[in-house]
């Protein structure tokens, strides 16, 4: 079985400071990494993911995504962060080996920027 | 507007009732995935298409709740005699082959109130 977990609720930045939104995930096989942004009264939006190659992925909005295989983490970054990034994200794991690449979501991260 | 649409945005039902939901994808994307989220929660898995066939549910998915894809385009989600434990918000999603590494575009979502 895979699973996801996001291990803080809540984060609280103050705008212009970068910011860490934090994932592991557990999987058999190769992973397959996504990070998803929820709005109020929004459907969930893509931002970026790892599938293969630079650890290292950047995606919308300036946000990037360090996969680090041996701690088997994803974390969201962005170096400096925006009132505008306020919102829920949501950190989701696949690979081959689960029945049709079903991604897997983690409980969400409610990300605070204030100015 | 060639994002996921779905209708309606909210529904509240009497315990008992039917209730049914419709997904209109992105066209030219092949699968076509049902989730539902409830507050404090990442979106669970239900069940998903690909084309007009159905691959798999989830074990969430009780006798009670059935979906349908005819033709490989919009879908439908019926709930039967509903509980008040469906109350929840039921989203869809849809992306390109393979679902494995290809990200999901979601739908708003409806909300579902069972009173």
């Known amino acids: 079985a895979q699973s996801v977990a996001q291990p803080e609720d809540q984060v609280n930045v103050a705008e212009g400071n970068p910011l860490t939104v934090k994932c592991t995930y557990s999987v058999s096989g190769n992973p397959y990494l996504f990070w998803y942004v929820q709005y109020p009264n929004r459907g969930l939006q893509f931002l970026l993911k790892y599938i293969t190659g630079d650890n290292l992925v950047k995606g919308s909005y300036g946000f990037e995504a360090e996969f680090n295989k041996s701690q088997t983490s994803f974390h969201l970054k962005k170096p400096s962060a925006l009132v505008s990034d306020s919102a829920l994200y949501f950190c989701a794991v696949s690979s081959l080996n689960t029945n049709a690449g079903k991604s897997t979501f983690g409980d969400g991260t409610t990300l605070t920027v204030k100015p | 507007d060639t994002g996921v649409s779905q209708n309606p945005r909210h529904k509240i039902t009497k315990r008992g009732q039917n209730v049914t939901f419709r997904c209109d994808p992105i066209s030219e994307h092949n699968r076509l995935y049902w989730y539902r989220q409830t507050l404090g929660q990442g979106p669970e898995f239900l069940t998903y298409?690909?084309?007009?066939?159905?691959?798999?549910k989830s074990r969430l998915l009780s006798d009670r709740f059935s979906a349908e894809r005819p033709k490989g385009s919009f879908s439908t989600l019926e709930i039967q005699r509903t509980e008040q434990g469906d109350s929840a918000m039921y989203l869809c999603?849809?992306?390109?082959?393979?679902?494995?590494?290809?990200?999901?575009?979601f739908g708003p979502g409806t909300r579902l109130t069972v009173t």
């Open positions: 999603a849809s992306s390109l082959d393979p679902g494995s590494f290809n990200e999901q575009y």
């Open positions: 298409f690909q084309n007009e066939a159905q691959l798999e």
